[in-house]
């Protein structure tokens, strides 16, 4: 399986599969993959002639630095899962320098409020820097489609619009979230809880689950109190956020719109490991 570090060999090889009319898939990530991945990748496999797998820890899109220090790293074991999948996978893994081509930068984006509730509220920068990255990738590898994780949904909705601003000729396709037995959505960072808090944080998803179940009959508010109550009450999670948001704009839902869709969002601190999760409501 080719494992590309820089543009120009990904280019060359590309444009060859592009001349014969092949079509180019792209799935983004950080590495440290996981089943989740390679669900997406499954898919876009299925649904592509050829997929590039990124795999860059991406400095920008980091508001902590320890965070971005201990993100798990593990290039050959990442390869190593992709090359069981299908001999049509190119793995794209750049140095910063490779990628960014002069300064390690974000640039400054506006979409429209997406970028300011929820995620944004709370990690500062973090969705300049993930435009910032995905723009340069897609730049790189001009894929045809280009598959995203439901679990980070307000990622997924910001990256619809950044293609949408830019014109830039790709189809987004959403992914629904895996799960671990208990329910944990599956995530890179699972790795760094300690077993017996892993096993635990089946907690998070049985809540979004109430929610769900409460969301008929009780009012957002109604909803918030009992989560942050459940939370009040848990010796190892620690609630940042939970909010009830309409899908389209992400702004938080004051009163039921009879044709709207909301999904309930949640970010939760496991000692200093963050996690997030997000379940349809309607
Ligand atoms: O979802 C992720 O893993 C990252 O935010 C992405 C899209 C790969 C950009 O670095």
Request: positive net charge.
């Amino acid at each position: 399986m080719p494992v590309f570090r820089h543009k120009k060999e990904l280019n060359s090889l590309l444009q060859e599969k592009k001349s014969k009319d092949l079509t180019i898939g792209l799935v983004p990530t950080m590495g440290a993959l996981h089943q989740g991945h390679l669900s997406l990748v499954q898919k876009a496999i299925a649904e592509n002639n050829t997929v590039v797998v990124s795999v860059f820890v991406n400095p920008t899109q980091f508001d902590n630095e320890s965070d971005l220090d201990q993100y798990p790293r593990n290039l050959d074991a990442d390869v190593a899962l992709l090359h069981d999948i299908s001999e049509n996978i190119i793995v794209f893994a750049p140095s910063r320098e490779a990628i960014y081509s002069g300064e390690i930068k974000s640039k400054a984006y506006n979409f429209e409020g997406l970028e300011k509730v929820m995620e944004g509220t709370f990690r500062s920068g973090h969705f300049d820097g993930v435009a910032t990255i995905v723009e340069l990738l897609f730049k790189a590898v001009q894929p045809d489609r280009a598959y995203f994780g439901e679990k980070d949904f307000q990622q997924l909705q910001i990256i619809k619009r950044l293609v949408n601003q830019k014109n830039i000729p790709v189809e987004i396709i959403p992914c629904p979230i895996l799960r671990e037995k208990n329910g944990l959505a599956m995530s890179s960072r699972n790795e760094r809880l300690p077993k017996s808090v892993r096993n635990d944080a089946g907690f998070i998803y049985e809540v979004l689950q109430t929610a769900k179940t409460k969301f008929g009959t009780k009012s957002a508010k109604n909803i918030k109190d009992w989560v942050a109550d459940q939370f009040d009450k848990s010796k190892l999670f620690k609630l940042e956020y939970f909010e009830i948001a309409d899908v389209e704009t992400l702004t938080p839902m004051l009163k039921k719109q009879k044709h709207q869709k909301y999904r309930a969002f949640i970010a939760v601190y496991a000692n200093d490991i963050r996690l997030i999760d997000n379940i349809a409501l309607n």
